[in-house]
């Protein structure tokens, strides 16, 4: 019990409560933005943010579900708590142990708490009503601080976006910086530091990108080079909408093969009785980051002089995580994880293969995979696209 009650304050008192801005039942769907934004919404609509969801991502639902059963602690107070970045227009920020108690019960049905998270104001998850009412962004905040807990909203019925002379007669329109030139701000109030329950930091993609000293922008491949098109069809401009320089709202990352493609630049050479494989990154981030588990898997295959296969290996590069008594875990409850041997930002990774004797030529594969082998075990996740290998290049060469 006293276990029980410690990991309890830890996980729901920690941290204070970021202030609620109720959305307007006008503006809370996606559907409601398609008669001006259809292009975009459509896209959207494709997107993972679209996925955030705990109904809409088994990955994510899981893991709740796990990190509840191990903890102790009740499903909807861990909803809550990732609701932070997943669900950041929730009307209940955290919970206390007096909720805990109601939920050990089962008194909690008619509850803020299980309302809030069983609100369909949310189940769209990540959309307009998320980036495009954030009104300021508390920079200065402890890193620990994320996603609703780093922002203010604006009122219901203003719109953040990124043009200065917009104007709209069905909301009110104001515009940051954080939507043009400093959008990386935006992405990092929930891409930046991933922590497990114990204060671990399993992936910090801000820090990765601070590092690479790039000026690459996340939008820039995340939502595509700008192009001209409508950002509204309202005919406000003497009688036409107006075309504006926007991007895509497909926001794709490491689920989708062809961002993968090239990401890194892979280099063989034979340097006496071994292979070497360069691994050179050329995105603004390490790969594999996003999220713990994620796994490259490096393929070697080695062909006799007749072109038949001689022997094969393959190399994980992942990380693997561990919990109290050093039992595997997933990354939001670990306390300790392995050495990190993705490759860096900007930078390279250099494997050594030891060549069979018999060896006349070599085929290297490298591939993306978004969970590994003992996390999706851990899970039980049984959809097969957390095990597919997402292919990133692959070179043949003579020895």
């Not at 671990?200 to 690479?212: G, P």
Request: charged share 30%; aromatic share 8%.
């Amino acid at each position: 019990m006293r276990l029980f009650l410690g990991l309890l304050l830890v996980f729901v008192t920690v941290g204070s409560a970021a202030e609620v801005v109720a959305v307007g039942s006008k503006y809370q769907k996606s559907k409601n933005c398609m008669p001006c934004h259809a292009r975009i919404v459509k896209e959207w609509q494709n997107s993972w943010h679209a996925k955030s969801h705990f109904d809409k991502d088994e990955y994510f639902r899981k893991s709740l579900e796990y990190v509840s059963r191990k903890t102790r602690i009740s499903l909807n107070a861990t909803k809550v708590k990732c609701a932070k970045c997943h669900n950041p227009r929730i009307m209940v920020t955290k919970t206390d142990a007096d909720y805990e108690i109601a939920a050990v019960m089962g008194l909690d049905k008619g509850s803020a708490v299980a309302q809030a998270v069983n609100s369909d104001a949310i189940n769209e998850g990540i959309n307009c009503v998320v980036c495009h009412n954030v009104d300021k962004i508390h920079y200065d905040y402890p890193k620990d601080k994320r996603g609703i807990e780093r922002v203010e909203w604006t009122p219901s019925g203003t719109m953040t976006g990124p043009y200065k002379d917009a104007n709209s007669p069905y909301h009110k329109i104001v515009s940051h910086e954080f939507m043009t030139e400093k959008s990386n701000q935006l992405c990092f109030v929930c891409h930046a530091n991933d922590r497990s329950v114990h204060g671990l930091v399993f992936s910090d993609m801000e820090a990765e990108y601070k590092a690479s000293n790039s000026k690459e922008k996340c939008v820039d491949c995340h939502m595509g080079a700008k192009h001209s098109d409508l950002a509204s069809t309202y005919r406000n401009y003497n009688g036409k909408a107006r075309t504006r320089e926007v991007r895509a709202h497909l926001f794709d990352g490491a689920h989708k093969e062809k961002i993968l493609r090239d990401s890194l630049d892979l280099q063989l050479q034979k340097r006496k009785s071994a292979l070497y494989i360069t691994l050179k990154n050329r995105l603004p981030h390490n790969v594999p980051s996003g999220f713990g588990a994620r796994e490259l898997i490096v393929n070697v295959s080695f062909q006799d002089k007749r072109g038949d296969l001689l022997d094969e290996k393959s190399i994980s590069l992942t990380r693997t995580y561990k919990r109290k008594r050093s039992k595997p875990s997933t990354p939001h409850l670990a306390k300790e994880q392995s050495k990190d041997n993705s490759v860096p930002a900007k930078g390279k990774k250099v494997l050594k293969v030891s060549l069979p004797k018999e060896a006349k030529s070599v085929r290297v594969k490298v591939y993306y995979r978004l969970v590994n082998d003992e996390v999706r075990s851990l899970l039980k996740l049984e959809d097969k696209l957390w095990e597919k290998k997402f292919l990133i290049t692959s070179k043949e060469m003579k020895l």
